[in-house]
């Protein structure tokens, strides 16, 4: 396990490299990833390189036995390029305005002479450091699809989208089927005459929206494994990630984008993603943990990276201080950079980089901090590092172990779109749905997998799909070849695979194993709770409740107020009608965890627990210290079942 840093030499005088480089070794940093937004600097015009500079840098580092991990710097078209093909410029799908140079990431990927030029770019670049003896993996682009970057309503991604069909549908009176658009007259004459959809009076053709989401995640994903072949072609025996960022956030289907990766980066930024995830709605939780960030933040985000490659993953960027692009930019407590680099071991990171070495004292993110201030003094963050690293090698502990799994959570992209697309109701967030069934998991003290629809799940026990409307044949397949337990949240196959209302009703397809159906549906207020009834106990139905109407074989597991079902089951399978408090989903889950043997911790909400290898990890997230009675008698190697206030133990298991 090692510890790296995102560095950019182009920023600061050439006199403070080797200073740096020094400073680096001796904090005990191994990776330095470099030259992601270095473009510019790296071909001032067309044609003309000026890699002196970069060479310099990279052995600097080298000198100091740092190792580099080389990025393509394709993120950042400079100025020049845009001036000489303005067509890679996206175009705002919200506003339909083209979306202007002067940041990042201000490229179309329908852009036919971007994607030539950022492979021409690629291309000299990995060429260049391919085997360079210092450069020992390589980056793509930077967190791809960032600021809403995947749908461009260009000329050239209309055009592009319009091919794409043609080869999806084949005729034309197969798409305007498919997508019903004998509906208010929709119907399209050829595919030329397709239209991007936005922009339009009131609500878009939901199969339409869901056919473009499809396609401009396609056209990203023949970007991204362009870049992937070049590098290798040039870097043999290096290593290929990127940084990935959520799939809610990249609208691009993670999963594939990541099949060609050695395995898969995440860049952390707790404080940032608790607050634009609580700051709407529910401040409650964002002030509680606003300088920790939510207890299952981190994590939840970690494993699913580590479900993108099925391995071990890399925290690219970690947040070491207050960060500048968040509603509000709290700092965050004391101890919490050693802990969630903790957390991010204890789910699976081989590597923590820390994003930045020294603030920047220019342009965008001055007031995002670095491990040194502006004026190269130590931030806060440093002395943290440097217990990381001591405790690193104090232990010396081998962790190369896989995780232990037992549950499984199955995810999806376009599970995810159909649920955005068509909201229903406006306390319906998909990623909130999907996070409060991690939560209640996560609150038993169990490890969580995450999966994709075409993983097989014979190795878990307990399988949860928060929801999944649109389920596909090998899902099927893969929920009858196993034994495990399978919980299915609402909105299951309730849509064809090109959006429409299945025909059988919800659960669609799932009716082949579990004969039930959905009579209804309604949404409600986030604010209102309705009483459901579980085990002899009673807890809440909120914001979304279907009608169900249990087919033969069917048990009925929970009842809303009035009776009815609201959750069923059949032989292994579960499918429950409602979103409901957490609570409920902890009795529930709980419950089916014990009857397949698996052991549960029922914690304090501030606490969570991790396996990794033969080792336990706990963290506690609150502010005051906190017995662990359940381990009270495990084997430390560092701390105890008393933890401090943000503070963290490791056990033999
Ligand atoms: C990341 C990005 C970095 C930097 C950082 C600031 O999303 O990859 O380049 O902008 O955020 O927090």
């Not at 490659?309 to 960060?323: D, L």
């Amino acid at each position: 396990m090692m510890l790296g840093i995102c560095y950019y030499p182009e920023h600061w005088p050439k006199s403070q490299w080797a200073q740096d480089a020094k400073e680096m070794r001796e904090l005990g940093l191994t990776y330095v990833r470099i030259a992601e937004f270095a473009w510019s600097r790296l071909e001032p015009s067309q044609g003309t390189f000026t890699f002196e500079w970069l060479d310099e840098a990279i052995e600097t580092l080298a000198a100091e036995g740092l190792k580099v991990i080389m990025c393509t710097p394709t993120a950042t078209p400079p100025k020049w390029l845009i001036d000489a093909y303005p067509d890679i410029l996206a175009v705002d799908v919200n506003t339909g305005l083209v979306r202007g140079f002067g940041s990042r990431r201000h490229y179309d990927f329908s852009s036919e002479d971007y994607r030539r030029e950022a492979m021409r770019i690629s291309d000299v670049v990995a060429q260049r450091y391919g085997s360079h003896p210092a450069v020992v993996g390589w980056q793509t682009d930077n967190e791809l699809a960032c600021h809403d970057t995947t749908p461009s309503a260009s000329d050239s991604a209309l055009a592009a989208f319009q091919g794409w069909c043609e080869q999806r549908y084949g005729t034309i009176e197969k798409l305007n089927e498919a997508w019903g658009n004998v509906f208010w007259s929709m119907e399209y004459p050829d595919f030329q005459s397709i239209d991007v959809p936005y922009f339009a009076v009131t609500e878009v053709n939901p199969s339409h929206s869901l056919a473009y989401r499809r396609f401009s995640s396609d056209q990203v994903i023949r970007f991204h494994d362009e870049m992937v072949s070049i590098i290798r072609k040039h870097a043999p025996g290096r290593f290929v990630t990127h940084n990935f960022i959520p799939m809610s956030d990249t609208q691009t289907d993670n999963y594939a984008l990541a099949k060609d990766l050695d395995f898969s980066s995440f860049d952390n930024y707790p404080l940032g993603r608790t607050d634009l995830f609580f700051a709407d709605e529910d401040t409650e939780q964002f002030k509680r943990y606003m300088r920790t960030g939510h207890p299952d933040f981190s994590s939840y985000y970690f494993d699913q990276t580590r479900g993108l490659s099925q391995k071990n993953f890399w925290i690219m960027e970690q947040q070491p201080g207050p960060v500048n692009w968040a509603v509000h930019n709290p700092r965050p407590e004391p101890g919490m950079i050693a802990l969630w680099s903790w957390v991010a071991f204890a789910h699976g990171a081989d590597t923590v980089c820390y994003f930045r070495w020294r603030q920047a004292a220019f342009a965008q993110e001055q007031m995002h901090a670095g491990l040194k201030r502006v004026d190269n003094s130590p931030s806060a963050a440093y002395p943290e590092v440097q217990q990381v690293k001591a405790e690193l090698d104090q232990l010396n502990i081998n962790l190369n172990d896989p995780l232990h799994y037992r549950v499984a959570i199955v995810s999806t992209t376009t599970n995810q779109w159909v649920s955005e697309i068509e909201q229903q109701g406006q306390s319906y967030r998909h990623e909130k749905v999907e996070f409060e069934y991690y939560n209640a998991l996560r609150l038993l003290g169990l490890n969580v997998a995450f999966v994709s629809p075409e993983h097989s799940l014979t190795d878990y026990d307990l399988v949860v799909v928060p929801t999944m409307p649109i389920i596909s044949d090998a899902f099927i397949k893969n929920c009858e070849a196993t034994d495990a337990t399978i919980v299915f949240g609402p909105r299951t196959g309730s849509k064809t695979d090109e959006f429409q209302y299945p025909r059988n009703l919800g659960p669609g397809k799932l009716q082949s194993l579990l004969p039930a159906k959905v009579l209804s549906v309604e949404t409600l207020r986030g604010d209102i709770q309705e009483k459901l009834n579980f085990n002899g106990e009673q807890f809440h139905s909120n914001r979304w409740r279907e009608e169900l109407l249990p087919g033969d074989n069917c048990e009925v597991v929970a009842r809303y107020e009035d009776e009815s079902p609201a959750v069923v089951k059949s032989g292994n399978l579960y499918y429950v009608g409602t979103l409901s408090c957490s609570d409920f989903l902890t009795n529930l889950l709980g419950k089916l965890a014990v009857e397949k043997g698996i052991a549960t911790h029922i914690l304090n909400e501030d606490v969570r627990t991790v396996e990794r290898g033969d080792y336990r990890f706990i963290f506690n997230y609150a502010g005051t210290p906190v017995r662990v009675d359940a381990f009270a008698d495990a084997d430390f190697v560092i701390g105890s079942h008393e933890l401090d206030a943000y503070g963290y133990a490791i056990a033999k298991r």
